[in-house]
């Protein structure tokens, strides 16, 4: 049995659900970061364990094409980090001391009663750049990376969506492809680093098989992570009760997008925890003021998405037009596709799904009801240019969710 197979049958007792690990590792990220640092740590750190990483896996590889893919993999990290240095030196004061792994070794994550990965996120604690100051980034693309490597990018997509959307870190996005292509470097040579310390072994021709296959699969990570992409802005608009929420939930899993929420970013515009239980909070969190606040953090989170390469995906009521035109502008801007997809359900519906969410949530669902009659009469009509965006989904109908994401993807294809 090989290592992976091991792995994967382990008893699952005490390891982290994926929901469990990711809101832990939003809480470990956000302590306090290090103190009395140059000017350029992150980015000094990081390409020491790029110089690293290439080094140790370098002389491993066997064939021409590899070393030929190794060096065009290098080049490329060359290139894009030298371009994201301003963003390395932003994010200074986000580092930390050290990696989730270093601190938590003997925890697992765990799915469906499988052990996927070791030390619950996956990191090599042995290779190049294990210990000293990283950025927040290093351990979620290790944990990404681990899951594609897996076969599990559907629990990838939830992981990257949940963490960033959690921790508000949406500026990390424009890292990622950096950091995953290097966190995939690294599994390639993990997985040549296995054969060379089993020597001659009996089972040498297999185990050289095996440990290639995964090797080539970690490079075709890394070129998958670093091609160019043209990623859609998808503005969801509904009232209360419409759906979006729900619906947009499946773009995470069939599109790879990122959510953006008004109510999540509007608790966070008011240095409210989105994790904690809603409360009566000390100020007005849905004033006009707080309102135009919360779409401006909206617009700009999406445009930290889209230039990293990543769908996003807003949901929000967007009943006035300078909102969705603001958000739509994040895309255009970029030359990249961008979508209205309204939301929408038969009265009746709307009133029954609000009064079920006030029964849930132990309000008087005449609140809730007056919130949504309010809503509909602030709502201003899509107008002529929005509609060459538009997309209409009746969430009562059968299969709206896969429908929704069809919609979609055909649209952006004739774009």
């Not at 799915?111 to 990965?117: A, K, N, S």
């Not at 996003?312 to 009521?317: E, F, H, Y």
Request: charged fraction near 30%; proline fraction near 4%.
């Amino acid at each position: 049995m090989g290592q992976r197979d091991a792995q994967h049958q382990a008893p699952c007792e005490d390891a982290l659900q994926l929901e469990a690990l990711i809101d832990r590792l939003v809480a470990f990220h956000g302590r306090a970061s290090v103190a009395s640092l140059p000017d350029d740590p992150g980015l000094v750190a990081f390409q020491a364990r790029i110089e690293g990483e290439v080094a140790a896996l370098e002389p491993l590889l066997i064939g021409e094409e590899d070393r030929h893919r190794l060096a065009s993999l290098r080049q490329w990290l060359d290139q894009d980090v030298q371009r994201l240095a301003p963003v390395f030196l932003k994010r200074r004061d986000r580092l930390l001391s050290t990696s989730w792994a270093v601190e938590h070794p003997d925890s697992r994550l765990c799915d469906e009663g499988r052990v996927l990965l070791a030390n619950a996120i996956g990191r090599d604690l042995q290779g190049p750049g294990a210990d000293g100051v990283i950025d927040p980034g290093n351990d979620l693309a290790a944990l990404l990376v681990g899951l594609d490597a897996r076969g599990e990018t559907g629990l990838a997509r939830q992981a990257l969506d949940r963490y960033l959307r959690l921790s508000g870190d949406y500026g990390m996005a424009r890292l990622l492809s950096v950091f995953r292509v290097v966190e995939a470097l690294a599994g390639a040579r993990r997985a040549l680093a296995r054969r060379r310390a089993a020597g001659e072994d009996t089972e040498r021709p297999a185990l050289l098989a095996e440990t290639m296959r995964a090797c080539h699969g970690y490079l075709t990570l890394a070129e998958a992570y670093a091609e160019f992409r043209f990623p859609p802005l998808v503005i969801g608009i509904g009232v209360s009760g419409s759906g979006k929420s729900r619906f947009t939930r499946t773009l995470v899993a069939r599109l790879g997008a990122v959510r953006i929420c008004s109510d999540v970013e509007r608790r966070r515009v008011h240095g409210l925890d989105p994790q904690v239980p809603p409360t009566s909070p000390a100020v007005d969190i849905f004033s006009r003021e707080a309102t135009e606040r919360t779409y401006q953090r909206m617009a700009e989170c999406a445009g930290m998405l889209l230039e990293a390469g990543f769908p996003a995906c807003v949901d929000g009521t967007f009943l006035k037009r300078e909102q969705r035109d603001r958000l739509r502008q994040e895309a255009e801007a970029r030359g990249l596709p961008v979508l209205l997809v309204s939301f929408e359900a038969d009265e009746a519906t709307l009133r029954r799904r609000i009064e079920k969410r006030a029964g849930r949530q132990g309000v008087e669902a005449r609140e809730s009801l007056a919130i949504l009659e309010a809503q509909r009469a602030g709502f201003e009509a899509i107008g002529d240019e929005e509609r060459l965006h538009l997309l209409r989904l009746d969430t009562t109908a059968d299969n709206a969710a896969e429908t929704l994401a069809g919609l979609i993807q055909e649209h952006v294809r004739l774009i």
